[in-house]
């Protein structure tokens, strides 16, 4: 079960967030995005404030992003975790999440990169709450840079 002394401040704006305990005493929060309730875990405190931050201080539109999203990748099925389009329905970002006790490391990356291999986004983000990485693929020259900051929707 979670405690809120187990919600650790996170590198990113605070927010306030939708909290209750269920009738079996688990705490969950509220997903805008998924539009429900899910188990509050320490990765999933990292996504829903992650996801605050996109919307309100990166002008992502809620309404082109989705966590969980799935995705099928050799035969299996698999679920990145939040995927953001743009205008047209096409990939745009994806980004992974872990809990914030978990380094990112270079299989982290490995991961979204997998997932990419399907998706095709220009944009891949990968945060523990506390550090956050962006970087910015280009299909013309199969080079890929890392961006000192998250970009704004608009200029992505």
């Not at 429900?36 to 990166?58: G, M």
């Not at 953001?84 to 979204?112: C, N």
Request: glycine content about 6%; proline content about 6%.
């Amino acid at each position: 079960m979670q405690t809120l002394n187990s919600i650790i401040p996170l590198n990113l704006p605070p927010r306030s967030f939708n909290i209750k305990l269920t009738p079996q005493g688990n705490r969950v929060i509220f997903d805008r995005l998924r539009r429900r309730f899910v188990a509050l875990t320490p990765e999933e405190w990292v996504r829903q404030n992650f996801v605050e931050h996109l919307i309100a201080d990166c002008g992502f539109p809620a309404g082109l992003m989705g966590n969980e999203m799935s995705l099928t990748q050799n035969g299996i099925s698999r679920r990145c975790d939040t995927l953001v389009t743009d205008r047209q329905g096409r990939p745009l970002v994806i980004v992974e999440y872990k809990a914030p006790s978990v380094k990112i490391t270079q299989a982290v990356f490995d991961q979204i990169c997998r997932y990419n291999m399907v998706l095709k986004a220009r944009y891949l983000i990968v945060s523990n709450g506390l550090a956050h990485y962006c970087c910015r693929i280009d299909y013309s020259t199969g080079s890929y840079s890392f961006l000192p900051s998250i970009p704004h929707y608009n200029d992505l």
